[in-house]
Each structure stands twice: as C-alpha cells, then as structure tokens.
C-alpha cells in the first residue's frame, strides 16, 4: 500500500512538472532578436556603372580645312608713263615684221622666272616699257618669237615682250573664277586638303585629261584642269 502510494505521488508530481519544463525548455531553444543573425546584404548589382569620361568620348570636331589666299595686288602693273626710247636704238617696223608665231615644239605656256619682269611694246630692249609683272611664277602664254624675246599674254589679257631668259618651263596654273578644292585624291569625294582662293598660283607635277596635281601654299592636291588657268585643251603633263 505504501509503495503504491508513493508510486501515485510521483506520478502527480511528473504531470504538475511537465508544462513548466516544456515552456522553459522552448525559452531556452527559440532565440531573442537580439540574437538573431542579419544575413549578408548581396552586393548592389543594380548600381550603374560610371559615366565614360566625356573628354574622351565625345567627337572630335572635324579639322578646320584651310584657305591659301592670293595677293590683293594684280600680278600685272602698268607704267604710268613709258619708258622713252632713245631715237637712234628705234626700230619698231623692222622688228614688228620680224615677229614669228612660236613653232617651237612642246608647251606653249611658261611661268615668270623673276618677281618683277618689264613688258615692252616690242621684241627689244629699246622698246618703251608699258607693264610691270610682280608674281614670280606667274603662268603666260606665249604667242611668238622674235630673236631672243617672246610675246606674251596673261589670263586678263595683258600682252606685250619679254627677253626669253625671264621665262621658266616651269608650269604653273592659276586658280581661276572662285574658292576652289584642293582634293588629296583625283575623285570629287576625296578629302579636301585645302581651299585656294582666285589668282593663287599652283605649281603643277602633272596633269590628266581631268585632273592635275598641284602644291600652293605648302599644300599639295588635285584641281581639276577647268578650274585653273595656264593649260592648252587636252594637254597631259607627266
């Protein structure tokens, strides 16, 4: 009777105990906020990347293309009062008949070989001064000979005879009309190199049916043959 009495206290005493137990075991297993963990903030993928540098990136504007300008003063001057011509040295009619259209072979234009060259009325020394050329380089074309002297002709028309040691078979053109191109390439869509300005003389290396290739200014390109001054129609340069 004893031991079962004592079996029933114990028993009373393990079902009084049991909720307590379980609520302080729960309080021990479930963990504070305190105590909880903060998870690891993933790396911020959604931030934009930094702008390129503008300064590189951006365009470059494109080169400002030159201008090569002629001189203000007209290439051909006239003298306000000839040169008189002693009378004893005079002989215009027999010089003036003697006067030969120029059958010489090969390119009928040649350039200025000084910067100041005298255009007289005829083929001689004696001849009164009427035109002062001051362009070096300066294409003409020659008409005629007569001894040592040649008849020439400028682009505005300005005719008259020099001694022939004053020409050069140099050639030259002179940009004619208005502003023209000056390609790096014989096609219209090649790059422009540089713009010549009207009365800019071009030294010529060659020239085609179409095209020529020149240096003005320090700049060397193609014109096309129309645009200039100093060519006879179809005449190719090599």
């Given at each position: 009777?004893?031991?079962?009495?004592?079996?029933l206290?114990?028993f009373?005493?393990?079902?009084?105990?049991?909720?307590?137990?379980?609520?302080?075991?729960?309080s021990q297993?479930?963990?504070?906020?305190?105590?909880?963990a903060?998870?690891?903030?993933?790396a911020?993928?959604?931030?934009?990347?930094?702008?390129?540098?503008k300064?590189?990136?951006?365009k470059?504007?494109?080169?400002?293309?030159?201008?090569?300008?002629?001189?203000?003063?007209?290439p051909a001057q006239?003298?306000?009062?000839p040169?008189?011509?002693?009378?004893?040295?005079?002989?215009?009619a027999?010089?003036?008949?003697a006067?030969?259209?120029?059958?010489?072979?090969?390119?009928?234009?040649?350039?200025?070989?000084?910067?100041?060259?005298?255009?007289?009325?005829?083929?001689?020394?004696d001849?009164?001064?009427?035109?002062?050329f001051?362009?070096?380089?300066?294409?003409?074309?020659?008409l005629?000979n007569?001894d040592?002297?040649r008849?020439i002709?400028?682009?505005?028309?300005?005719?008259?005879?020099?001694?022939?040691?004053?020409?050069?078979?140099?050639?030259?053109?002179?940009?004619?009309?208005?502003?023209?191109?000056?390609h790096?390439?014989p096609?219209d869509?090649?790059?422009?190199?540089?713009?010549?300005?009207?009365?800019?003389?071009?030294?010529?290396?060659?020239c085609?049916?179409?095209?020529?290739?020149?240096?003005a200014?320090g700049?060397?390109?193609?014109?096309?043959?129309?645009?200039?001054?100093?060519?006879?129609?179809?005449?190719?340069?090599?």
């Amino acid at each position: 009777m004893a031991r079962l009495t004592a079996l029933l206290a114990l028993f009373l005493m393990l079902v009084l105990s049991g909720p307590a137990a379980l609520a302080a075991d729960q309080s021990q297993a479930a963990p504070t906020d305190s105590a909880k963990a903060k998870p690891a903030k993933p790396a911020d993928r959604t931030k934009a990347a930094k702008p390129a540098d503008k300064a590189k990136t951006a365009k470059k504007p494109p080169a400002k293309v030159p201008t090569v300008k002629a001189p203000a003063a007209k290439p051909a001057q006239p003298v306000p009062a000839p040169v008189p011509v002693p009378p004893q040295e005079a002989k215009p009619a027999e010089k003036a008949d003697a006067a030969k259209p120029d059958a010489k072979a090969g390119p009928r234009f040649a350039a200025l070989r000084a910067e100041k060259v005298y255009l007289r009325a005829g083929p001689g020394p004696d001849f009164p001064i009427q035109w002062v050329f001051v362009r070096r380089g300066l294409p003409v074309e020659i008409l005629a000979n007569f001894d040592i002297y040649r008849k020439i002709r400028d682009s505005e028309g300005t005719i008259g005879w020099v001694n022939q040691q004053l020409l050069s078979s140099r050639r030259t053109v002179l940009v004619a009309g208005e502003i023209r191109a000056l390609h790096g390439d014989p096609k219209d869509t090649s790059d422009v190199v540089a713009r010549l300005e009207p009365g800019v003389i071009a030294s010529v290396s060659k020239c085609d049916p179409i095209w020529c290739e020149v240096k003005a200014g320090g700049y060397k390109g193609w014109l096309k043959r129309a645009e200039v001054w100093g060519l006879e129609p179809d005449e190719v340069i090599q």
